[in-house]
Nanobody
Framework: HVQLVESGGGSVQAGGSLRLSCVASLDGRHCMAWFRQAPGKEREGVAGISAGGGGTYYAESVKGRFTISRDKNTMYLQMNSLKPEDTAMYYC?????????????????????WGEGTQVTVS
């Protein structure tokens, strides 16, 4: 049974930082990503990382502020300079590293496994 467990969410003031973690019961050969979903909005890809960690991808809205990384089966999202518009439930996702993944990493349908989410609130 595959499990992805997120942690690290919380409430911070604008300009603050948080570090999210996702522990996955996988073999480390999956591509992974962070998604977020705010109330009334669609789930959006925030950042993706390849199986080996050598390839990282970001949504334009978070470039220069967020950093994705991974260590074997644990993925991280360092979030700096947080803005109120970053408020959302953040989800960890894992899936196969198909050939088109580098150009479709932000699409939720490309992932087989999901965590329950961790709430981030920026005021």
């Amino acid at each position: 049974h595959v499990q992805l467990v997120e942690s690290g969410g919380g409430s911070v003031q604008a300009g603050g930082s948080l570090r999210l973690s996702c522990v996955a019961s996988l073999d480390g050969r999956h591509c992974m990503a962070w998604f977020r979903q705010a109330p009334g909005k669609e789930r959006e890809g925030v950042a993706g990382i390849s199986a080996g960690g050598g390839g990282t991808y970001y949504a334009e809205s978070v470039k220069g502020r967020f950093t994705i990384s991974r260590d074997k089966n644990t993925m991280y999202l360092q979030m700096n300079s947080l803005k109120p518009e970053d408020t959302a439930m953040y989800y960890c996702a894992a899936g196969g590293c198909w050939g088109a993944w580098t150009t479709t990493w932000y699409q939720p349908q490309g992932y087989n496994y999901w965590g329950e989410g961790t709430q981030v609130t920026v005021s």
